[in-house]
């Protein structure tokens, strides 16, 4: 018998301690000569119920590992046919993840499988439900492959569970589509210069991947730099209606520049917005020049669109991003960073022919094994598959153990209903040793997530809409030392985290990744939202906490969601809200949009002593009205802007680079 033992090393969900499973590396004849690798589609029927599936089978020269996933089946509907190749399911259906416990030969022509099924909970929780096993033996139905397998489930006591069947359909595991549109000028990402192509790539890590490049025309925003809502609503026009539950589509759009970082980014992480599925669509940036100096290599000076091994690399590591995978500086694979890869380099091989041209193996093992919903476009938001989006469990073996707290601190400890709450946070050390920590708490670097428990008990979870992980650089907190940010919290994956009057508790996780590890800290606080005070502001609070629209224009900007701009229109219009939207709207405002230019003066007239403000908010006021005062009237309403900021600091304390980038602004 041949007994499940250890998984490969793998950043699992935290009450799933051992997603995939392992036979003994010694196969036995059975598995070596039955049991191909590869995928197989599988039903399971019992107590009124049918499932339908898949399940991965991979060899290495660690053992065999087994994993699989199964869907509610419709009523009426039919099993898939193995001659359709690799399934592909709704979304909407999914109910279990198979760990596979057990191979045991059987006998010539059948082996007994044991498996758990494990269900999926609200907040990205497991839990087991049933140990089951099946004696599967060659299937006497025709309709099945030479390569089928059918048999009588059983529970743990013997008890008679149903039926379950198996046929291999394919040596890959998964299947997954790649839409490439590039803005003119910039080269789409479609090889590497050996000629590398991505049916190649993920070709290698068992995914059946099709990729199809679009000439069709981009529309240009106003900058050669493209902001995240301008990213998000070329994706939304330009991918069309995509079906997810029928197709693993994932979108790459290649512009000039990015504003929010110099290479790539996965702009779309969370299902926060009107079209409800994070994880869709990244972008590569190909006009950003490479430095020219060390350690740059032979890139050094040259536009990244035409060296094809630095551009595609980017491309592949943004989609790596896309499939749930981190940062993993183990190797110099896909999902290191690109200028750890270059500061690697060496005379004998410089960056960018040191380049591994591979997923690092725990990488591997994940995009094989993870359960769908954490690496299908449009499943689970980014950061589930590592565990980090589960705020604070009662038993936190993840948290720091160090010298390291997080302090968390409502701006208002009240806030009318329909507002969004702001939540300071800071790190501090307070140990007599620097420790290494985030160099920003900003929800863009993606370690900085949390949940929100309403009067009722209900708990809903909040995680960044947008993730630049180049922006999530460490650095070494001296004793004493602290770094802030302030979040803006408004709607989360569950709907709107603030949608009845009476005390809310505020829980944030920060985590970070270092060598392979994982740390995190954690801290709450409570915020009381306060009942309506009339029916005009009742009516109103309604409508904002029904519109998911009104979330992503506040996370992203832009004038391309027509309910999210009415919201806050609204929201600015009322005498209860505005204060609390004026900044929402004016740093819409601050920034151009497509071919409408920045409206700094209108930004102005939205920020009064009373507009509500957290430290954050301040800076970024201050850096973007130091951008954009280029004319005498801009001039006149940056000075105005500078007087409020300056009243507003007398009654706040704010860390010293608010102070300083507001005392720069014109007086």
Not at 355 to 374: E, I, K, M, N, T
Not at 515 to 523: A, D, F, H, T
Request: with cysteine; charged share 20%; net charge negative.
């Amino acid at each position: 018998m041949h007994r499940v033992c250890d998984e490969l090393p793998m950043l699992a969900p935290a009450a799933l301690a051992d997603p995939t499973s392992r036979t003994d590396s010694v196969a036995s004849a059975l598995l070596a000569a039955a049991l191909r690798a590869g995928c197989y589609v599988i039903a399971l029927s019992g107590d009124g119920a049918s499932y339908d599936g898949s399940l991965r089978i991979t060899r290495t020269d660690a053992g065999v590992f087994a994993s699989g996933d199964l869907y509610q089946r419709p009523s009426g509907g039919a099993a898939p046919m193995p001659a359709a190749g690799i399934p592909v399911f709704a979304r909407v259906q999914y109910r279990y993840y198979l760990k596979v416990t057990e191979f045991a030969d059987a006998g010539r022509d059948g082996f007994t499988l044991g498996f758990e099924t494990w269900r999926l909970k609200p907040m990205n929780l497991w839990a087991r439900q049933e140990v089951l096993s099946a004696r599967m033996m060659r299937a006497p139905n025709p309709a099945l492959p030479a390569d089928g397998f059918a048999g009588a489930v059983s529970t743990a006591a013997g008890a008679p569970a149903g039926t379950l069947t198996m046929a291999w359909v394919a040596p890959q595991l998964r299947r997954a589509s790649i839409a490439i549109n590039h803005a003119a000028g910039s080269e789409a990402p479609t090889a590497n210069d050996a000629g590398a192509s991505w049916p190649d790539i993920f070709g290698a890590v068992g995914w059946d991947v099709a990729a199809t490049v679009s000439d069709a025309p981009v529309e240009p925003p106003l900058s050669e730099a493209w902001s995240d809502a301008e990213l998000h609503a070329a994706m939304m026009t330009l991918r069309g209606d995509v079906d997810l539950d029928n197709d693993w589509q994932f979108h790459i759009l290649a512009v000039p520049r990015l504003k929010s970082t110099d290479r790539g980014i996965m702009y779309d992480v969370g299902a926060t917005d009107s079209n409800n599925g994070p994880r869709k669509g990244v972008a590569i940036a190909s006009h950003w020049v490479v430095p020219d100096q060390d350690p740059w290599g032979l890139a050094k000076g040259r536009r990244v669109g035409t060296i094809a091994d630095v551009y595609f690399r980017t491309a592949v590591h943004e989609i790596g991003h896309a499939l749930g995978l981190f940062h993993n500086s183990v190797d110099n694979g896909f999902m290191a960073t690109t200028d750890r890869i270059a500061d690697r380099g060496t005379a004998a091989l410089p960056f960018p022919t040191n380049v591994s041209w591979a997923f690092a193996p725990d990488d591997q093992h994940r995009l094989g094994h993870l359960p769908d919903p954490y690496v299908r476009p449009g499943g689970a938001p980014f950061g589930d598959a590592a565990g980090s989006s589960i705020p604070l469990a009662t038993a936190d073996a993840g948290a720091a153990r160090g010298p390291l707290r997080l302090e968390v601190s409502p701006l208002l400890e009240a806030v009318p209903i329909g507002a969004p709450v702001r939540v300071l946070i800071t790190l501090r050390n307070d140990g007599a040793e620097p420790a290494l920590a985030p160099a920003t708490l900003s929800m863009k670097s993606g370690g900085v997530s949390g949940a929100v428990v309403d009067p009722a008990g209900t708990v809903r979870s909040f995680r960044p809409l947008i993730v630049c992980l180049e922006h999530a650089p460490l650095q070494l907190l001296p004793p004493g030392g602290a770094v802030s940010h302030a979040l803006t919290l408004l709607r989360g994956a569950e709907g709107a985290l603030f949608p009845i009057p009476g005390r809310y508790d505020v829980r944030v996780s920060v985590t970070w990744e270092h060598r392979g590890g994982v740390s995190r800290v954690v801290g709450e606080t409570a915020v009381e939202v306060l009942p309506a005070a009339g029916d005009r502001h009742a009516k109103l609070a309604r409508r904002l906490i029904a519109t998911p629209d009104l979330h992503l224009t506040l996370i992203l900007g832009g004038d391309f969601l027509p309910a999210g701009l009415a919201a806050i229109a609204a929201a600015v219009d009322d005498p209860v809200l505005r204060s609390h939207y004026g900044y929402v709207e004016a740093r819409r405002r601050f920034e151009p949009f497509r071919q409408r230019s920045a409206d700094l003066a209108g930004a102005q007239a939205l920020i009064a002593f009373d507009t509500v403000m957290s430290p954050s908010e301040i800076r970024r006021t201050a850096d973007e009205v130091l951008r954009g005062a280029l004319n005498d009237a801009d001039d006149g309403a940056a000075r105005a802007i500078g007087v409020v900021l300056r009243r507003k600091l007398e009654r706040m304390s704010v860390p010293d680079a608010v102070a300083a980038a507001v005392d720069r602004l014109p007086r």
